[in-house]
């Protein structure tokens, strides 16, 4: 049973800056992607981004130039670090483990911005 769980939500106001963590219960081998996804209240689920095994990043259009994902597979982390926050961003930010149609997600994370 693998368990991802996420921390670093909160409430901010609009320009500050939040750093997301998910932790993976166990090391993934091989081509593994990492992922933060957003889903805001009466909207679908969403790409943030994603980061592959290699180090490629994919951003959403939306978060380009102000988010930043990274991770560190000797501690089974992914990073979503998140400058100049809108309000917009409000939303509960899940981590994403994945890959050939395999898929793991942590319960999420909620990142409110206002002020």
């Known amino acids: 049973q693998v368990q991802l769980v996420e921390s670093g939500g909160g409430l901010v106001q609009p320009g500050e800056s939040l750093r997301l963590s998910c932790v993976a219960s166990r090391t993934f081998f091989g081509f593994w992607s990492m992922g933060w996804y957003r889903q805001a209240p009466g909207q679908q689920r969403e790409l943030a981004a994603v980061?592959?095994?290699?180090?490629?990043?994919v951003y959403a259009d939306s978060v380009k130039g102000r988010f930043t994902i990274s991770r560190d597979d000797a501690k089974n982390t992914v990073y979503l670090q998140m400058n100049s926050l809108k309000p917009e961003d409000t939303a509960v930010y899940y981590c994403n483990i994945g890959r050939y149609g395999v898929n793991y997600w942590g319960k999420g994370t909620l990142v409110t911005v206002s002020s």
């Open positions: 980061i592959a095994s290699g180090g490629s990043t």
